[in-house]
């Protein structure tokens, strides 16, 4: 049991009682469990179902663990993807988690494993054994090991693949893979590549790399080797634990202080110039303080654990022979403030080839003693000291700066790292959540084209058109008094400043304008000094409302107009905060910062404000929020205007009542700039054919981004957008390669389908449940939507109303669609799938198509559910309706006829609902409350 071993094992750590343990709740509420806890007298307590930060110091190390095996299979993939498998998972969370509890924290300078045993490490020399995980590793022939000889021309070692150290041995002794028998051995004799230098990676263009494998660099890594078993060596004649202050050490010996780790050196550190310390020339050792920032400025100065004079002499296996003159300083590894030639002279390489070569004669087999062991006299190594100018930032961007992205962009795609791809996200399939996931699976890839940054724009083919446009902007924001140049002072909290350009394309794509904004960096600003975050709501405006006017606009034959606000937000006042920023990027001035007037692009608040603004001037024109129905409507006595934060639409009978309404806006010092009719609104193009009355709404800008997105261009076209089986989890099926963003298409398409393409709900709504737990299958189902968007680029909806003001309702409910697709044992897949569309005068204004929050157990169950889903929607659209047709002046008796069918093919369901309040069937009487209420 595993209990057991961990309580054996908390024992040996000087824990021998385990009195409490908290936990979630299975397994450990089992029975086998609870009688051993009883029998122990000792107690457990439970955490709430997916109440995680009630056991949030486990969970959190939990994660940091997982986190650090998914980090070290990823770079091994990156170094060595010819041998990568993440089948070796169990060893990188082995490994993971001896260095989680073997390492200091910061806050303690405690190793975790230091606090459970009450008890301090003499030393940390087991971190220095370490290696990266999954580097090659070289391991003597075993009749080397065994003293014996090997033919002159056999290879005295095999490659392997380090797993960490044996949990059964020494630290020394490491787990190493067999490459060729897939078998896991304990290992001593050996030498690791941490750097991968000796294996094809993707740095080298998928092939070793010639440069790094001379002689040189092979004696330093067997020299490595020979260092760790002296550092072993070293290590046991000091062992000894003393109990932590305020343990049970019965106050006598007073605790052996904790001495920081030796620093590593970063992997990616360049070849560095071997520096020969002066001979007889005394050493000191340093004063190693606690604080890990400080290092020695010395790199010859060595640490010495205790009195290390009358050490006993080192044994080292035969065949590993010793240069007696070799210095008995260390050499350092570490860049010196001395500036290298960039070329050597001939004496200098020379003198080197000489000292190489004088070493590797040394290293010769000598006569063993009687026991079959060579002697030595111990050394002296010293610390690996960093340039005191080298952090952790520096070697980050040294590191990331580096990289040769078109090397390895293959590797990256390979069906190796399409497993390593599934690791950036922890999703429980069973319940269906996302514990953790990588915040680069959430970046948003921008089109460089229509965004670019101010290098970008400034440099480009269209570099004058942004200028004029940064220009244009910068004297509009002053000649509306926008901002206030101030100096800075230090108790400003000034916010950093930034340009974003856009250019403006139709909805086939082409150009429309070139716009410049300047901004203010937003996600800066502090809760209760430059904003309130109770006031930074603002509302927008329903696409319902939106089709419903553009129906009506065709039976009443109304005038449609579109129109904009220059530099929209800069209109609202700041509000009662005050708010500073950076001067822009091209017009600033040393010591100056700007105190904002009016709201400016990227502030929390401006949204609201100008909503708030645009809001009194509509009033002041005589229009009247229709709140009730839907916020960003304003209806006046002719005119209905709809405001979609700076778009607004206007419809009127006649077009002097529009220009009326538009010129008191323009009194009232508004900057209105008067665009077409509406013809190309939030992305969405807008055909209108007087001549056969109808309506088209498309967006082919859109449709080929999305198919230049899954890059299907030589794929062929398909006529349906999914197959007729159901799309299920395929819990076991390959992994996603990664090929494309599968959440930014998603996205792009449920924008398609829920403004101008309701052919593709049902397809689209399928694929959009996996945007987490992705696998290839989810990947084919998104490419066969683009497929069918190839063969549809420039089809759309059409409205086409008829006379009638009637709304119909088609609503309709599958019964656990998924039951044989998905595991029988999931709650899912015995859900039901519901499906309606909602029409007025003829014309689809609402579609959905989405699972039911509950299981049904039978069809007319799955059926009522679905129809109490489309009434919802139904009654706040009929409130919508009257109020627009009210404004458009038509008729009472017209309004108040609106006729609404609901067209139900199972029998059951409509028996059902046509009950009064309060009654039902007797198979109906367990039907969840929420759906019997209309």
Known sequence: MAKHKFERWAKANNVPDIKSYRADHTPFNSATWQNDLALKKQTIDFSGVGAHHQNAVAERAIQTVTKWAWTMLLHQVLHWPDEADVHLWPFAMEHAAYIWNSLPRRDTWLAPLEIFSQSRFPNYNSLHRLHVFGCPTYVLDPKLQNGKKLPKWNPRSRRGMYLGYSPDHASSVAQILNLRTKHVSPQYHFVCDDHFSTVPNSDAGGAANPNQLDANHWFNLVESGRRRARLHQ???????????????????????????????????????PRVQPVHNQPQEAPNVQNNRNEVADDPSEAIEAGDNDNVDDLSVPEGVAEDENVQQEEETDVPTDVPIPDQATEDDKQEEDETLNRTLRNLQEQAPSRAGRRRFRPRKY?????????????????????????????????????????????????????????????????????????????????????????????????????????????????????????????????????????????????????????????????WQTVRLLLILSLVLGLETKQVDYTAAFTHAPIGDKEVFCEMPRGFAEEGKVLKLNKSLYGLKQSPVNFFNFIKGKLENAGFKSQEEVDPCLFISDKVICLVYVDDTLFFSPKEEYRNKAIESLKSQGVAVEIEDSVAGFLGVHIERDESNKTIKLTQKGLTKRIIEALNIDQEPQKHTPALKEPLGKD???????????????????LYLCGHSRPDIQFAVSQCARFIHGTKRLHEKALIRIGQYLKSSVNEGLILRPTDSFDIECHVDADFAGLYSVEDVMDPTCV??????????????????????????????????????????????????????AQGLGLSNETVTSLKTTVWEDNMGCLKLARLKPGQYTPRSKHYAVKYRWF
């Open 382 to 542: 010293g610390l690996h000291a960093l340039n005191q100018n080298v952090r952790h930032t520096t070697i980050n961007q040294g590191f990331l700066a580096s990289l040769k992205f078109n090397d390895f962009v293959e590797t990256l795609r390979s069906n190796e790292f399409a497993k390593m791809w599934a690791l950036t996200t922890d999703f429980d399939q069973d319940s269906e959540t996302c514990e953790w996931l990588h915040p680069m699976i959430l970046a948003a890839k921008a089109n460089s084209k229509d965004n670019p940054g101010w290098e970008e724009a400034m440099n480009g083919p269209l570099a004058d058109g942004y200028m004029e446009a940064a220009i244009k902007e910068i004297e509009t924001l002053q000649q509306m008094e926008v901002w206030k140049v101030v100096p800075r002072l230090q108790s400003m909290n000034v916010l950093p400043s930034t340009w974003a350009f856009k250019c403006k394309r139709y909805p086939d794509g082409k150009v429309r304008k070139l716009k410049g904004r300047f901004c203010v960096r937003g996600d800066r600003q502090k809760d209760g000094i430059d904003y309130d975050s109770n006031e930074i709501f603002s509302p927008v405006v329903s």
């Open 831 to 884: 859900k039901s799938r519901t499906g309606y569309v909602i029409s007025v005068c003829g014309c689809p204004v609402v579609w959905v198509s989405r699972l039911q929050t509950d299981i049904a157990t039978a069809t007319m169950e799955a059926e009522y559910n679905a129809l109490s889903m489309a009434m919802r929607d139904i009654l706040p659209l009929r409130r919508v309706f009257k109020t627009e």
């Open 731 to 749: 819990e076991n099926g390959d992994p996603a390669n990664g090929s494309f963003s599968y959440a930014s298409v998603i996205g792009m398409a």
């Open 234 to 272: 070293q290590a046991i004649q000091h062992r000894h634990q003393a109990p932590l202050p305020g343990g049970n050490n019965g106050g006598h010996a007073p605790p052996v202080p904790v001495q920081p780790p030796i620093p590593l050196l970063p992997v990616n550190q360049p070849p560095i």
